[in-house]
């Protein structure tokens, strides 16, 4: 079975400063999907960046960008330019391919963002 | 994104009673729907799978005959938690997955439903 493991129960970074949100997996396959969602405090879970095993180059939204590392199983999440509304639950999410996967959530890192 | 939606958004019911949770694909045919439980400060728990027409798959912990799931339609799935007990009080997140020809088939997520059994 897939697990996924965030480490960082908390983290606190500066208005406009830049975070890095930690996240490894275990699996056997070769081709899947990771994610990062965000909880914000009305508990709507917002996709926040997805990443495609197969492709080597990192993904990127806007402030948010993942760095990727496959052999290593890794699968960071890091937000630049950070601002009040990032302040946050973070889970980090893999599932394999096919439709019926599901999603295996890690236990999250809660992300406050200060002045 | 697609829009899922949640009804009732919170239920205080008595021990003892049932309660029946409503999530909808509003704009997209869901083939596929998902329920979570989260307890607070944790993170979301499966709790089982469904696809429209057939039973629901329970994971491994999850009392079927306590938590009854319904796919009944393509875009509405129920969840009714039966006989509740203070220990079922808990937040409870629906999510719906359609077929938008890749093999991707991105996930939305419901609102949640924060269910109090007094």
């Known amino acids: 079975a897939q697990t996924v493991t965030q480490s960082q129960p908390e983290m606190s970074v500066q208005e406009a400063e830049t975070v890095t949100l930690s996240c490894t997996y275990d699996?056997?396959?070769?081709?899947?999907?990771l994610f990062w969602y965000k909880q914000p405090p009305s508990r709507q879970m917002i996709l926040v960046i997805r990443?495609?095993?197969?492709?080597?180059q990192n993904a990127t939204e806007n402030r948010f960008s993942v760095n990727f590392q496959k052999a290593a199983k890794s699968f960071s999440l890091k937000i630049s330019d950070s601002q009040l509304g990032d302040a946050a639950m973070y889970f980090c999410?893999?599932?394999?391919?096919?439709?019926?996967?599901?999603?295996?959530f890690g236990t999250g890192t809660r992300l406050q963002v200060t002045l | 994104g697609a829009v899922v939606s949640q009804h009732p958004s919170w239920v205080i019911c008595k021990s003892g009673t049932s309660v029946k949770i409503e999530c909808r694909s509003l704009?997209?045919?869901?083939?596929?729907m998902f329920w979570y439980r989260q307890f607070p400060k944790q993170s979301l728990m499966l709790m089982a799978t469904?696809?429209?027409?057939?039973?629901?798959?329970?994971e491994q912990g999850v009392e079927k005959d306590k938590f009854l799931i319904n796919h009944a339609s393509l875009t509405l799935s129920t969840l009714t938690v039966t006989s509740a007990h203070p220990e079922d009080s808990s937040f409870y997140i629906c999510?719906?997955?359609?077929?938008?020809?890749?093999?991707?088939?991105?996930?939305?997520f419901g609102p949640g439903t924060r269910l109090t059994v007094l």
């Open positions: 999510s719906a997955r359609g077929l938008d020809g890749g093999s991707y088939n991105e996930q939305f």
């Open positions: 704009d997209f045919q869901a083939t596929t």
């Open positions: 699996t056997s396959e070769s081709d899947y999907y």
């Open positions: 999410a893999y599932r394999n391919t096919g439709t019926a996967s599901k999603l295996t």
């Open positions: 990443q495609e095993a197969y492709k080597q």
């Open positions: 469904s696809n429209e027409g057939s039973k629901a798959t329970y």
